[in-house]
Each structure stands twice: as C-alpha cells, then as structure tokens.
C-alpha cells in the first residue's frame, strides 16, 4: 500500500468515527426513532391533553433486599406526573404486565391509548445509583428526551423528581412544581421511610395473615420516621382494611376502626391528596355506609381525574341498588387501567345487579382471562349462567369455585362477604346465586 493510500484510508477511518461518535450523541440527544404507532389502531380513544405510560424500569439492583425498587421508582414517576393538571395517565397498576416483555413503543400506544411512552434502567451498586430514562413520542417514534443520572443513592428521591419534572418539559406541560405543599413527589424526604412504605406496598401483593403484619409493621416504621408521610398512613387503610376482609384479624370491627382512624389521619396530613380521600371512601365502602363512600371518591376524582383507585365507587353504587349509575365510573377506571381485571368485573357487576345476565358473561370472561386465580369471577359466571338456565356451564364455573375455595357456601358469602344492608338491594343478582348447582361432596 502507498503512503498516500495510507493516508487516505486513515483520513476516511477517523472521519467515520467521528460521524459514529456524533450520530450516539444524536441519539441521545433525542434522535432516535422506531416505528410510529397509528392513532386509527389505538384500542382507545388518544386523549386531547399530553398522555403517557411508565414501563417497568429495567432492574440492575444488586441488593436483594432493594428488589422492589424499580417498581417503586417507576410507581413514584407516574403517580407524581398524574397528579398535574391536564395530563392523561395510565395507572400504574396495568405496568407490571409489560414487566420482562420486549414490546415496541407502537405496540404500547396502540394498546393503550397514549402518546408517551417513558422506559428507563436503574443499577446500584454500593452506594452509588445510576439510573437512565428516555421518553418515545409515539406518534412519530422519536425519541424526544433521554438522560443518565449517576449519583449517590441517598439522592434517589431527587432523581424521581428531576425525571417527572423533565418528562413534564419535554411534553410541554405547563407546571409550576409536582410538589405538595412542601413534600417531593415522593411524599417525603426521609429517604428510610420511603423504602420502608414501598417495600410493604409490593409485599402487599401476597395474601397472608404472617405477611399482613410484616406489612404493618413497615409502615408503622415509616410513620416513626416521617409522621406527616402520607403514603404509609394510606397504606395502613387497605391494609388493615384487608385483614378485616379476609379474616386475618380476630376482631373485623377494630380492623375497621383502625382503617377509619388512618384514613382520617391522610386526610388531616393533605386534604387536597386524592388518594387520601380514596381511601376514606374504601373504608366507607366496607363500613357499608354508601353515600359517604361515592362523596369521598367523588372528592378524590375532582382533585386529581387519574385516581384510578377512585372510580371504585361505581361498587359502592352497585352495592346501594344503583348499578347503572356505576356504568361510566367502571368504564373510566377500565381506560386509566386496562390491563387490570377489576373495571371488567364491575362493568359485568352492573349488568348482572340488572338482571341482564347475557350482557353480563363477556366482561366476567375477560375478567376471568385477567385473573383466572380469583374465584369470584367463576362465582359470577355460574350465578349467570344458572339465571339463564345453562346448567352445565353453571356446574363448571361452580366446581372452579369449590376448586379456588373449598369452604365456600353461599349463605356465607352472601352474610359475611357481601357489604349490603339488605339482599333486596341486590336481589337479581342474589336470585342468581342462589340457582348455582354446586357439584355434591
């Protein structure tokens, strides 16, 4: 090879490298694209005001004890964007079933209806965080913010606020700050009470009396650190609320009691935290007090329309005779939240509380498709299908039940389960329960 040939190769090589090194620097910068997802394929409606959806954070943490925390960082992000003004929100109870799954953009705005599509990786190591975020234009595929944090963890809680502030900017949303009153978007700057309170709303997925009170005991802990945290306060509500449902306390009434007294200690904390006055309207719910429960979640709705927790008043009106009043809240808690089973059972509650049990079977089968685990699904289906005179698919559903609970009987459900004053409220629906042919033991 010559020397001048030499020459020019080199000359080549290095001006390519430098075209490679500025095209990483334009991706990340916000040049980077994919495919673009079609407004006419969107399973929903695209609202006309900024909406988006949080994936699942990628998870790098090499501390078992911190497993849940890119579930807890992702949940902070969007639970802090959903509550500025004129956003669209997708709740983050539909982001774990994108978890471990390699979807596209396109495929997540179609399905869900939005515009933004935020994805992002967290790794720790020590103490020491790095975590990195990007948010997708889905309509063009551009990706039109991205950026790394490298920081101490102890900083985490300013991370979260640092990325919903960005997110917000690159929307173009106009906000003056995602704090409440003087609390980040986390809810607190103790950094312990905020692990504490996360790590007891992920163990709240599991269903036992032994895991019950290690959930309390965290949250009780984070209150020690963080008495004005409302989170925890919140958390204890359900919680205890659970106990009560289930059977994990000895005494349902002070189970009860307990949830009412920090439920009203959320609302003291921030009577303007929507999810504050949701969960009051939950323990209403449970106490079967009924209008103050749809005035409580009413509250909560008016304060901040992403509260998907709040469009559960559409069983507190099927429970007090007025199921098809619950119709649009159960449609709109099915948009904030279509990958969760709970809208379609209750959009099949309003139809089957009518009497109008053909209307009622397809959203109790999707509901069943969501959650097959759950037996009151089956239950629902079996009391349709009896109604209806379908003895054999009645029978099936049944012997699902029996299968998921071996003890149940319907008197039980009906006086210990059911929170109504009286079966008349409700007597299409206890007719057909009552026409159930469970299988002879």
Same mark, same amino acid.
């Given at each position: 090879?010559?020397?001048?040939? =030499?020459? %020019?190769?080199?000359?080549?090589?290095?001006?390519?490298?430098?075209?490679?090194? /500025?095209?990483?620097? /334009?991706?990340?910068?916000?040049?980077?694209?994919?495919?673009?997802?079609?407004?006419?394929?969107?399973?929903?409606?695209?609202?006309?005001?900024?909406?988006?959806?949080?994936?699942? !954070?990628?998870?790098?943490?090499?501390?078992?004890?911190?497993? !849940?925390?890119?579930?807890?960082?992702?949940?902070?992000?969007?639970?802090?964007?959903?509550? /500025?003004?004129?956003?669209?929100?997708?709740?983050?109870?539909?982001?774990?079933?994108?978890?471990?799954?390699?979807?596209?953009?396109?495929?997540?705005?179609?399905?869900?209806?939005? &515009?933004?599509?935020?994805?992002?990786?967290?790794?720790?190591?020590?103490?020491?965080?790095?975590?990195?975020?990007?948010?997708?234009?889905?309509?063009?595929?551009? &990706?039109? =913010?991205?950026?790394? #944090?490298?920081?101490?963890?102890?900083?985490?809680?300013?991370?979260?606020?640092?990325?919903?502030?960005?997110?917000?900017?690159?929307?173009?949303?106009?906000?003056?700050?995602?704090?409440?009153?003087?609390? @980040?978007?986390?809810?607190?700057?103790?950094?312990?009470?905020?692990?504490?309170?996360?790590?007891?709303?992920?163990?709240?997925?599991? *269903?036992?009396?032994?895991?019950?009170?290690?959930?309390?005991?965290?949250?009780?802990?984070?209150?020690?650190?963080?008495?004005?945290?409302?989170?925890?306060?919140?958390?204890?509500?359900?919680? #205890?609320? +659970?106990?009560?449902?289930?059977?994990?306390?000895?005494?349902?009434?002070?189970? +009860?009691?307990?949830?009412?007294?920090?439920?009203?200690?959320?609302?003291?904390?921030?009577?303007?935290?929507?999810?504050?006055?949701?969960?009051?309207?939950?323990?209403?719910?449970?106490?079967?007090?009924?209008?103050?429960?749809?005035?409580?979640?009413?509250?909560?709705?008016?304060?901040?329309?992403?509260?998907?927790?709040?469009?559960?008043?559409? =069983?507190?009106?099927?429970?007090?005779?007025?199921?098809?009043?619950?119709?649009?809240?159960?449609?709109?808690?099915?948009?904030?939240?279509?990958?969760?089973? =709970?809208?379609? *059972?209750?959009?099949?509650?309003?139809?089957?509380?009518?009497?109008? #049990?053909?209307?009622?079977?397809? #959203?109790?089968?999707?509901? *069943?498709?969501?959650? @097959? +685990?759950?037996?009151?699904?089956?239950?629902?289906?079996?009391?349709?299908?009896?109604? *209806?005179?379908?003895?054999?698919?009645?029978?099936?559903?049944?012997?699902?039940? %029996?299968?998921?609970?071996?003890?149940?009987?319907?008197?039980? !459900?009906?006086?210990?389960? %059911?929170?109504?004053?009286?079966?008349?409220?409700?007597?299409?629906?206890?007719?057909?329960?009552?026409?159930?042919?469970?299988?002879?033991?």
């Amino acid at each position: 090879m010559s020397f001048k040939n =030499w020459i %020019l190769i080199t000359i080549m090589f290095f001006a390519l490298l430098g075209y490679c090194e /500025m095209q990483g620097s /334009m991706v990340w910068a916000g040049n980077e694209t994919e495919d673009p997802a079609s407004i006419e394929n969107m399973a929903y409606p695209l609202p006309d005001i900024p909406s988006f959806v949080l994936l699942p !954070f990628q998870d790098m943490v090499d501390d078992s004890d911190l497993d !849940f925390l890119s579930g807890s960082i992702t949940g902070t992000i969007s639970y802090a964007l959903s509550n /500025m003004p004129n956003v669209f929100v997708i709740s983050w109870y539909s982001i774990p079933s994108y978890k471990g799954k390699n979807v596209t953009s396109k495929q997540v705005a179609e399905e869900l209806g939005v &515009q933004y599509v935020i994805r992002g990786s967290i790794k720790k190591s020590g103490e020491k965080i790095t975590v990195n975020a990007k948010m997708i234009d889905a309509l063009t595929g551009r &990706q039109v =913010w991205s950026e790394q #944090y490298d920081r101490d963890f102890k900083d985490i809680l300013e991370i979260q606020d640092e990325i919903t502030h960005n997110i917000a900017k690159n929307a173009g949303i106009k906000y003056d700050k995602i704090k409440t009153g003087e609390r @980040p978007g986390a809810g607190t700057e103790n950094l312990n009470a905020y692990l504490k309170s996360e790590e007891a709303l992920i163990r709240s997925r599991k *269903l036992t009396p032994e895991n019950n009170e290690k959930i309390k005991k965290l949250y009780y802990d984070a209150i020690a650190l963080d008495s004005n945290y409302i989170s925890p306060h919140i958390g204890l509500v359900y919680t #205890y609320g +659970r106990e009560a449902r289930f059977g994990f306390s000895e005494s349902p009434e002070k189970s +009860r009691e307990q949830a009412l007294k920090m439920a009203q200690k959320a609302i003291e904390i921030d009577d303007s935290s929507a999810s504050a006055h949701a969960c009051l309207g939950r323990v209403y719910y449970d106490l079967k007090q009924h209008n103050e429960s749809v005035s409580e979640y009413n509250k909560a709705i008016a304060i901040n329309p992403n509260e998907a927790d709040a469009y559960n008043a559409g =069983w507190a009106l099927c429970y007090s005779g007025r199921a098809k009043e619950a119709i649009p809240y159960f449609e709109k808690k099915k948009r904030l939240d279509p990958k969760s089973p =709970w809208a379609y *059972l209750g959009l099949g509650h309003t139809r089957l509380f009518q009497g109008q #049990y053909e209307e009622a079977i397809p #959203y109790l089968k999707k509901a *069943l498709e969501m959650n @097959p +685990r759950y037996f009151r699904m089956n239950l629902d289906l079996a009391a349709c299908y009896a109604a *209806l005179g379908k003895q054999e698919e009645a029978k099936a559903a049944a012997a699902q039940v %029996l299968k998921a609970s071996p003890n149940f009987s319907i008197d039980r !459900f009906i006086n210990k389960w %059911l929170p109504i004053e009286s079966t008349d409220i409700v007597k299409p629906y206890i007719d057909a329960l009552r026409k159930i042919p469970f299988p002879e033991t």
